[in-house]
């Protein structure tokens, strides 16, 4: 079974927008804190954004505050992320991902993950 499905990933040139998605399984969505991370090639993946099981307190790493949105569609279980003023160093894949008990900007804290969908920001 697979819980976490992302999409909506593309090429958009920088200053542009995207929404990305990511469909939660329910045994996951209503539980667990979600969080988008991203992995640029050669590095480690890094947190983005998360956001609690309510739907409350989101966080977001520095470099995105003011130009992403992380949100919880609670109808659809979807997990969203809105990017606006996009610029070449947003490349990398984005990956949604739970955790029942942690919110934390260690990857390891996270127990599930989507396959990724990779954005692409030309300059």
């Known amino acids: 079974q697979v819980d976490l499905v992302e999409s909506g990933g593309g090429l958009v040139q920088a200053g542009g927008s995207l929404t990305i998605s990511c469909v939660v399984s329910?045994?996951?969505?209503?539980?667990?804190?979600l969080a988008w991370f991203r992995q640029r090639p050669g590095e480690r993946r890094a947190l983005v954004a998360d956001?609690?099981?309510?739907?409350?307190?989101?966080f977001y790493e520095d470099t995105v505050k003011g130009r992403f949105t992380i949100s919880r569609d609670n109808a659809k279980h979807t997990l969203i992320l809105q990017m606006n003023s996009l610029e070449p160093e947003d490349t990398a894949m984005y990956y949604c991902?739970?955790?029942?008990?942690?919110?934390?900007?260690?990857?390891?804290?996270?127990?599930?993950w989507g396959q990724g969908t990779q954005v692409t920001v030309s300059s």
């Open positions: 956001i609690g099981k309510f739907g409350d307190s989101p």
């Open positions: 329910e045994r996951i969505f209503s539980t667990y804190n």
């Open positions: 991902a739970a955790s029942r008990t942690f919110r934390s900007p260690s990857p390891s804290m996270y127990t599930d």
